[in-house]
């Protein structure tokens, strides 16, 4: 997998400015071909945060077969600040991602999407790095405001912000509370719903999401 990088060695202020930048490279629109695996990738911590853990599970989309996991384990280094979270977790991540034998052909990450502040959380930072579509799959809202989602499995309202749709609360189980969807790279906010419908059974969470979360442990964690 060719992954680009950057410094991770930034102030706050720098890593502020790089986010605004690198969110002019987000595609969204569907720039993906042939998805035959399907990536999840969550976040945990272990000694008390300065040990972050990243797991990394690949699922065969057809019948959400097991194909692969990893997880890598690297040093904390950025601070936690809510809206940066993805420069505490991605070179951890990106080291996970380069385990594997199997390159997923799409990534659901346990975070956000464009559905940030400066349109471009853990989702985004991922799929511009990688060059793989992605798709951010959040449990609570970061920002945005949005209307009660239909009781209906798939049922869905967009979440906007500034009069803009980035997000969709998602109600992939009826009496369950919704998921907050959005574009990460290379795919559209409605084919993303799609793939997360796709990839969810009897629980809250796709599969990518709940195995990955399983994997990445018990530890607390902390999303962006």
């Given at each position: 997998m060719l992954v680009?990088?950057?410094?991770?060695?930034?102030?706050?202020?720098?890593?502020?400015?790089?986010?605004?930048r690198l969110a002019g490279q987000?595609?969204?629109?569907?720039?993906?071909?042939r998805v035959r695996f399907v990536a999840g990738v969550d976040v945990g911590f272990e000694e008390?945060?300065?040990?972050?853990?990243?797991?990394?599970?690949?699922?065969?989309l057809a019948d959400l077969s097991l194909v692969e996991q990893v997880v890598a384990r690297r040093p904390t280094h950025f601070p936690y600040i809510p809206g940066?979270?993805?420069?505490r977790e991605c070179p951890t991540v990106l080291a996970a991602l380069e385990k594997l034998t199997v390159t997923p052909n799409l990534l659901?990450?346990?975070?956000?999407?464009?559905?940030?502040?400066?349109?471009?959380?853990?989702?985004?930072h991922l799929g511009v790095l990688t060059g793989l579509p992605s798709i951010g799959v959040a449990k609570t809202r970061l920002t945005g405001q949005h209307g009660p989602a239909p009781d209906e499995r798939g049922g869905w309202t967009p979440l906007a912000d500034k009069?803009?749709?980035?997000?969709?609360?998602?109600?992939?189980?009826?009496?369950?509370?919704?998921?907050?969807?959005?574009?990460?790279?290379?795919?559209?906010?409605?084919?993303?719903?799609?793939y997360v419908m796709a990839c969810t059974t009897r629980y809250r969470l796709p599969e990518t999401t709940r195995?990955?979360?399983?994997?990445?442990?018990?530890s607390k964690k902390k999303r962006a």
């Open positions: 680009r990088t950057h410094s991770w060695n930034l102030s706050p202020k720098e890593a502020v400015a790089l986010q605004r987000v595609i969204t629109e569907d720039r993906l071909g008390q945060g300065k040990i972050t853990r990243a797991a990394v599970v690949v699922l065969q940066l979270l993805s420069f659901l990450c346990d975070g956000q999407g464009i559905a940030h502040p400066r349109r471009f959380g853990i989702a985004c009069g803009e749709t980035i997000g969709a609360v998602l109600r992939t189980r009826l009496k369950v509370r919704p998921v907050f969807i959005s574009i990460g790279h290379r795919i559209s906010l409605l084919t993303a719903i799609q195995l990955a979360d399983k994997l990445a442990s018990g």
